[in-house]
C-alpha cells in the first residue's frame, strides 16, 4: 500500500549552478529505459545529491480513487479525474504532492515561489474533498541522485534542462511535455544527437 511521509531531502545551501525548481529533460539518447524521454521536475538540488518527480509518466496500475480509499480517505466529487504519475524508480510505494504554492502547511517544501511539495496523508485529504491546491500533480516514487551524480549525467549528454512553468507541470497533457519542454528551450528534436550539451 502507498504512504505519504516525507523523504529526506538533500539539505545544504543552493546556488545558482544547482537546478532546484527547473526541469530535468532527457535527451533522446537516453539509455536509460526508466528515464526515456523523461521531464522531471526537480524539488530540491544540491552539493548533496538531488530528488526530482518525473512528471510525464503515469502509474499504470494506480487510480487515484483506490489509493484514497486504501487511506481510508471519502471520495469527494471529481476524484476520478485525478490521475496518479509514477514520479521515479526509488520508492515506489511513497507518494508525493507537487503543487501550487497557495497550499502550505507544517511539513510542505517549498521549492520555488510558485511550486511546493507535500508528502503527507492530509494534502491527500484536502485534494480529496476540494480543499486542495490549486493545481497539483501526484506522484509515487521519486528520482534521486547522489552527490555529483547529476552533474556527471548532464556532462555525459544524458539531460537537458530549462525553467518550468506551471502550465506544463500541471496542465500539459502528459504525452506532449516531453516535446513542450524540449520546445521551451528553442531546440528542435530532429537536431538532436548524443553529442548535444546542456541549455
Known amino acids: 500500500m502507498s504512504h505519504f511521509v516525507a523523504s529526506p531531502m538533500p539539505k545544504a545551501k543552493v546556488t545558482e549552478r544547482f537546478l532546484t525548481g527547473q526541469l530535468l529533460i532527457a535527451m533522446p539518447s537516453m539509455s536509460d529505459p526508466r528515464f526515456e524521454r523523461s521531464v522531471i521536475y526537480m524539488c530540491a538540488h544540491t552539493e548533496a545529491g ?11 496500475r494506480m487510480q487515484f480513487a483506490e489509493l484514497i ?7 469527494g466529487p471529481g476524484v476520478n479525474d485525478i490521475m496518479v504519475h509514477l ?3 526509488v520508492e515506489q510505494g511513497r507518494g508525493f504532492v507537487l503543487h501550487s504554492a497557495d497550499y502550505v502547511r507544517d511539513n510542505t517544501l517549498a521549492v520555488t515561489g510558485d511550486v511546493a511539495l507535500t508528502a503527507s496523508v492530509d ?4 485534494i480529496a474533498d476540494g480543499r486542495g491546491p490549486r493545481r497539483s500533480l501526484l506522484a509515487l516514487g521519486y528520482a534521486g541522485w547522489g552527490p555529483g551524480q547529476l552533474e556527471s549525467e548532464i556532462t555525459d549528454n544524458g ?3 530549462a525553467p518550468a512553468d506551471e502550465d506544463l507541470l500541471f496542465n500539459a497533457s502528459v504525452d506532449h511535455k516531453w516535446h513542450q519542454a524540449i520546445r521551451k528551450i528553442g531546440l528542435d528534436v530532429s537536431m538532436l544527437s548524443s553529442t548535444a550539451g546542456h541549455a
Request: a negative charge; zero cysteines.
Open 50 to 60: 538531488a530528488l526530482g518527480l518525473v512528471v510525464n509518466r503515469l502509474a499504470e
Open 69 to 75: 480509499e486504501q487511506l481510508g480517505i471519502p471520495a
Open 87 to 89: 514520479g521515479g524508480p
Open 123 to 126: 494534502v491527500l485529504a484536502a
Open 159 to 161: 539531460w537537458l534542462h
